[in-house]
């Protein structure tokens, strides 16, 4: 009956909310929702990349990671090698300030 599957929830609370001791499927509810959670906030940052037309905008991609430029010069040096790349022909109007933000999203 259905009055005794809503008392169950009542009594044993909701997978995320409860401790695996009250309900054994709590660690598998928050496992889904976590998971849903970061492809949904993958999906997001890509969509925002998409949109400020940020892609490309590093010219030296390592895989394990680097530092950003830190100085002036370095900046300077880093968005003279992006005017190299094609990408830099759509935004021929991109300034440094704005080459900054693009490449921060990446």
């Known amino acids: 009956p259905p ?3 809503l008392s169950s929830i009542y009594t044993k609370g909701l997978p995320l909310l409860t401790p695996s001791t009250l309900n054994p499927h709590a660690p598998l509810g928050k496992w889904l929702l976590s998971t849903s ?3 949904s906030a993958m ?3 890509g969509g925002v990349t998409r ?3 940020s892609g490309l905008s590093m ?3 390592k ?3 680097s530092k950003p430029p830190m100085s002036h010069e370095e900046w300077t040096t880093e968005f003279e090698r992006y005017k190299q790349y094609p990408e830099w022909q759509q935004r021929r109007s991109m300034t440094l300030e704005e080459f900054k933000y ?3 999203w990446e």
């Open 3 to 5: 009055t005794t599957a």
């Open 37 to 39: 959670f970061l492809v």
């Open 43 to 45: 999906a997001h940052i």
């Open 51 to 53: 949109l400020t037309k």
């Open 59 to 61: 010219t030296d991609w």
């Open 63 to 65: 895989p394990l990671g």
């Open 102 to 104: 693009i490449y921060y």
